[in-house]
């Protein structure tokens, strides 16, 4: 049996955005973008650095724990036990 690697990006909380920190990481699936804020080297000029990671699947904070199971979980059990 192949390994199989998902990632859930959890919802940014209340008080996160209250204190001032940015929600930085995109889901489209299979992968996920993080957006890393920057200066560039004089010190004034800010810049996004995006950095991808791909994986067998990728659920975004807007997606149920019902989905994630329907589509990563669900076909391995199914799997194991027929």
Known sequence: MKISVCFKKRPIFHHELADGDLDIVSVANPKIIVHECKFKVDGVTKTVDNSEFK????????????????????????????
């Open 55 to 82: 994986f067998d699947n990728s659920f975004g904070d807007d997606q149920t724990n019902e989905e994630l199971y329907f589509y990563q979980i669900r076909p391995i059990l199914d799997m194991i036990f027929n």
